[in-house]
């Protein structure tokens, strides 16, 4: 009977290093989960910081294309008129700067 009494305390304590063990895996597992999970919540927090920043961007630089477009009269009444207005300065420039080369070429 002794014997027997043995085999039992024997695996009464396996059964006793076993359930720790088990104990220690799921705290590593809880730990790993947690971690996980305030990973993904700053990742979270980024991606709509990035999103507000993006959206804040795109606002600006349609106010800015507005206001260049106002500035240069490319917007509203008129803007025609002063559009073909700086394409003549600039083909004159260009035209000026075609005979100079060219008359550097026949001398």
């Known amino acids: 009977m002794s014997s027997s009494r043995s085999v039992e ?13 088990l104990h220690s895996k799921i705290r590593t597992l809880r730990g790993v989960t947690t971690d996980i999970y305030d990973d993904a919540e700053r990742q979270n927090l980024t991606l709509d910081d ?7 961007f795109g606002t600006s630089l349609a106010q800015s294309s507005r206001r260049a477009g106002q500035a240069f009269g490319l917007s509203g009444h008129g803007g025609i008129r002063q559009t073909r207005i700086i394409l003549y300065i600039v083909a004159g420039f260009l035209a000026l700067w075609i ?3 060219m008359s550097g070429f026949w001398w």
């Open 9 to 21: 305390d024997t695996y009464e304590t396996q059964n006793d290093q076993r359930l720790d063990e």
């Open 99 to 101: 005979m100079w080369k």
């Open 50 to 56: 990035t999103g507000n920043a993006f959206t804040s």
